[in-house]
């Protein structure tokens, strides 16, 4: 083709990136790898291959990890542990930072790398995982040294073993390894089986800087491997990344062990297209949004939400726009669409799509591959919010699409989905945008823009998506604990009696549902005896159905989220107000149910606790992250949502008030299981709460047995979150329970917190969750 032709045609000629390093790399490692476990390379076993999606040919043969390896990488992570974290914040990020540098030495090396086996387009792996990873090391590096100055009450975790997909080998690496370094741990990490090699590259760079042996320990091998790490027993933390299914799994298998978990997991995130919209700037977003990496983007905007107005001129310059992608050899510059990761999940890809009949199903024009694992991109119109397709996650190059009308519409559309991870809005308007990022169940909202990341500004999700964030400092907490140590705590019973009460006068405590008193469902009551046996109440049993009652009014009472911190502090400073008028009443009841003389003290912890979630009420604000794009991050602090919470046994007045305050002063309904042994300081506080201006719904009080109620609260899909500080040891049930919808939970492993220590700032965080909101500038 002439230089003429070109310019007539303006065709894009091959532009073809050398695989030759990276093919010499594997050759110079003998084409087959064992794991990475204390510094050195074990013998490789020669268990299976990794290919070339693009092609087929097999690029290394390595090896399934067995329980011994696994055992050993784990041993050496915690041999290592101790010494790397008292190697100081300054310590480890002066290696942080050596990783940084060396992953920005063989940048090309592993984009190539990372291509040949993932088929990704080289475009995306040179200029954004690689550069991303390298961001995520010096951010960290940057953690390290601030550590001892910023977080003085924070230690490491010990091991933490992380488990990670094949969408973006080299990144989700770096998003797990790197703050955990930071932060004093060591780990064990195992790559998916698809794309291991830029992991076992890594930890060639991890030699080069010269990493202390057993700081990271990589292993390889299918889910097997995933599941030893995750029931080994030496192992404080899991971290994963991957399907909802296996993060569902992944909490039922820890559950009760008293090991961290973060899951980072699926989604069918919502593109948002108002009519106001730039629509050319909208469409070439959309490129970015599902067909960036063939679709397999936890975060892909899958499924287009396009106003009516607009939704016909939208789609058909989306078709033109996608008969314009170039599909091919990832490793050529000028292609757009790379192969998909493997055949078994171009076979799941091509079978959603076949089996679905509804709608109209649009393949772009493109020219496509002789060989290889290439999906067409692939628009389908006309579905209902129902349809499987605009409900299943597919993990490919196929997005999704339907109308509203109002922007009301376009909010229950978008939030019609199970997940909750991520959500791109587009229009002019930034008074609309503004008003309709809040309401979106996301973790992270993209204005005008799509799939930004960033090492400053954190990333997970809410509902099946998962929980907790990685980036940030929001990231942090996840790889550490508090330093002070914690105490078994042993289970508290009530005292026995035989005796009748002091006064003949009859107090029938009640239930404490939707503001109101209510009989118990089951109609059953328990006496509740002080330590000589004279009867000082009957405290009614809840059942499931007070239950269900509970989270139904607590429900109702959503509009809390969306009062002012000034409101919220109003009225827990009347509930300080009307508990203190009523001081020496609930001091001497708690001496009374707990033969103690913690009474007084207890009810003037309580005031001060509600005074503290009064102060935070309008000051535990978000951040404004500072990201790499011109423009900002808003991350914001939202509410939980509802939260059934088994209160502390010890305390019976201040445990119920201290979790309380904090998870109602940040916008959150609570229903709360009063002490199980001490009930009836529960029920004289609902008064309190009736004199204070305290909206039906946003405190709900039940009595009863902690381990019915426990299962109840963890299985009920309209409950968002579950704590326990019950002495009953709760813990593994709870964790266990909570799998259904993947709630959040907080629970104690049967230690002790203590409460008459303000534990404010942990009980403030677990209130809320952060949402990240990107705001591009500029026209
Ligand atoms: P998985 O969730 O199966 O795999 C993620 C990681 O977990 C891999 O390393 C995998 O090992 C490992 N694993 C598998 N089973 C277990 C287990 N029981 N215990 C511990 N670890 C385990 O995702 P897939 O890669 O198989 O993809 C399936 C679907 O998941 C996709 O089609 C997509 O819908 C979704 N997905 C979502 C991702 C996200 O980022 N949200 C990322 C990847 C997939 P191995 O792969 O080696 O078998």
């Not at 008030?657 to 529960?682: D, K, T, Y």
């Amino acid at each position: 083709m002439t230089v003429k032709e070109i310019f007539d045609s303006m065709d894009y000629g091959p532009a073809p990136e050398s695989a030759g390093d990276a093919l010499a790399w594997i050759v110079d490692q003998g084409a087959k790898f064992g794991h990475f476990i204390n510094g050195s390379f074990t013998k490789a076993t020669d268990d299976f291959q990794s290919r070339n999606p693009a092609n087929g040919e097999t690029l290394a043969t390595l090896s399934q990890a067995s329980q011994e390896d696994v055992n050993a990488a784990v041993t050496a992570a915690r041999k290592a542990q101790a010494k790397w974290e008292k190697l100081g914040g300054h310590g480890r990020a002066k290696y942080l930072y050596a990783i940084s540098r060396l992953l920005q030495k063989h940048a090309r090396l592993f984009a190539v790398l990372e291509t040949l086996d993932n088929g990704k387009p080289i475009r995306e792996s040179r200029d954004i995982d690689i550069p991303l990873a390298q961001r995520h090391f010096y951010y960290h590096a940057g953690m390290a040294q601030l550590m001892d100055s910023e977080l003085p009450d924070r230690v490491a975790l010990g091991v933490c073993g992380q488990i990670i997909p094949w969408n973006f080998p080299l990144l989700m690496l770096a998003w797990k390894i790197a703050p955990a370094l930071a932060m004093g741990n060591t780990v064990v990490l195992k790559p998916a089986e698809y794309t291991s090699l830029t992991a076992l590259l890594f930890a060639d760079i991890c030699r080069q800087a010269g990493l202390p042996d057993g700081v990271v320990n990589i292993v390889t091998g299918d889910g097997a491997v995933g599941e030893m790490i995750t029931a080994h027993e030496d192992i404080n933390k899991i971290a994963f990344t991957g399907s909802t299914d296996v993060g569902r799994k992944i909490r039922e298998a820890t559950a009760g062990s008293g090991k961290s978990l973060t899951l980072e997991l699926g989604g069918k995130s919502p593109y948002v297209v108002f009519d106001d919209a730039d629509i050319d700037s909208a469409i070439e977003g959309l490129v970015d949004a599902i067909w960036f990496n063939q679709g397999q983007v936890c975060c892909a905007g899958s499924r287009l939400l396009v106003q009516e107005g607009i939704a016909e001129k939208f789609h058909s310059k989306l078709k033109a726009r996608m008969d314009g992608l170039r599909l091919g050899n990832p490793l050529d510059k000028c292609i757009d669409v790379g192969a998909v990761v493997d055949p078994v999940q171009l076979q799941t890809i091509t079978d959603m799509v076949n089996t679905n009949s509804e709608g109209e199903t649009y393949h772009a024009a493109v020219e496509m591959p002789v060989e290889g694992c290439f999906y067409p991109p692939t628009l389908i119109t006309g579905l209902a919010p129902s349809s499987t397709l605009m409900q299943e996650e597919i993990f490919g190059p196929v997005l999704v699409s339907t109308t509203f009308r109002t922007p009301d519409e376009a909010v229950a559309l978008a939030n019609n989905t199970r997940y909750g991870l991520a959500a791109s809005l587009w229009t002019e308007n930034v008074n609309l945008a503004l008003d309709i990022a809040p309401k979106l169940v996301a973790g992270v909202v993209w204005v005008n823009a799509t799939n930004l990341f960033d090492a400053a500004a954190g990333f997970g999700g809410k509902r099946e998506s998962g929980f907790g964030r990685e980036g940030g400092w929001e990231g942090l907490a996840a790889y550490t604990k508090p330093r002070k140590a914690t105490k078994a705590l042993a289970p508290i019973a009530g005292f026995k009696g035989d005796k009748g009460p002091s006064d003949p006068l009859d107090r029938t405590p009640k239930l404490y549902i939707g503001g109101k008193q209510a009989r118990p469902d089951g109609g059953y009551s328990r006496p509740i005896y002080g330590k000589s046996g004279n009867l000082l109440g009957q405290a009614p049993i809840a059942n499931r159905k007070d239950i269900r009652n509970a989270v139904e009014a607590a429900q109702a009472a959503k509009g809390w989220a969306g009062t002012t911190g000034h409101l919220r502090a109003q009225i827990l400073y009347y509930i300080a107000e009307n508990l203190s008028a009523r001081a020496e009443e609930f001091a001497s009841r708690v001496n009374a149910l707990t033969n103690a003389r913690n009474g007084a003290r207890e009810v003037e912890a309580s005031i001060q606790r509600l005074f503290s979630a009064a102060a935070w009420a309008d000051k535990y604000d978000g951040q404004v992250h500072n990201v790499p794009i011109r423009g900002v991050a808003l991350a914001m602090r939202e509410p939980t949502g509802v939260i059934g919470a088994l209160c502390p046994d010890d305390a019976p007045l201040l445990g119920l008030v201290s979790v309380m305050a904090p998870a109602i002063a940040m916008g959150n309904r609570v229903i709360l299981a009063a002490s199980e042994p001490f009930p009836l300081a529960a029920t004289d506080f609902y008064q309190v709460l009736d004199t204070s201006d305290v909206p039906a719904g946003v405190v709900n009080i039940l009595t009863g047995p902690h381990s019915e109620l426990a299962s109840t609260f963890a299985s009920h899909l309209d409950v968002d979150a579950v704590w326990s500080f019950s002495s009953t040891n709760l813990s593994a049930e709870i964790e266990r329970g909570s799998a259904g919808n993947l709630k959040r939970t907080w629970v104690n492993n049967g230690q002790t917190l203590d409460w008459f220590e303000d534990n404010s700032r942990a009980l403030l965080e677990a209130s809320t969750e952060i949402k990240n909101i990107w705001v591009p500038y500029g026209e």
